[in-house]
Nanobody
Framework: VQLVESGGGLVQAGGSLRLSCAAS????????MGWYRQAPGKQREYVAT???????DYANAVKGRFTVSRDNAKNTVYLQMNRLKPEDTAVYYC????????WGQGTQVTVSS
């Protein structure tokens, strides 16, 4: 199993970024995919989930600003982040649970005020 995040960077408050997570090593289309983030000095926290049926769920902190989607043909899950705030600064991870929970290496998102 391999999860590779990309798309992070530095953006001003109010800006947008789209993160990608390319997955391999399992049947991607049948699995829920999750996004989490970890800010410096804080615990990793939940951001969003997308089911195999494309149903979505969001943490209250990002609801209305972030959108999770997936492309099963590309084995990729996305996180579109709009109206970014400085408190969104964190390393963003995607994950999949296959008995064991697998994580990517993360991608840094920094939002300047």
């Amino acid at each position: 199993v391999q999860l590779v995040e990309s798309g992070g960077g530095l953006v001003q408050a109010g800006g947008s970024l789209r993160l990608s997570c390319a997955a391999s090593g399992f049947i991607f289309s049948s699995r829920y995919m999750g996004w989490y983030r970890q800010a410096p000095g804080k615990q990793r926290e939940y951001v969003a989930t997308i089911t195999s049926d494309h149903n979505t769920d969001y943490a209250n902190a990002v609801k209305g600003r972030f959108t999770v989607s997936r492309d099963n043909a590309k084995n990729t899950v996305y996180l579109q982040m709009n109206r970014l705030k400085p408190e969104d600064t964190a390393v963003y991870y995607c994950n999949v649970v296959l008995g064991y929970t697998y994580w990517g290496q993360g991608t840094q998102v920094t939002v300047s005020s």
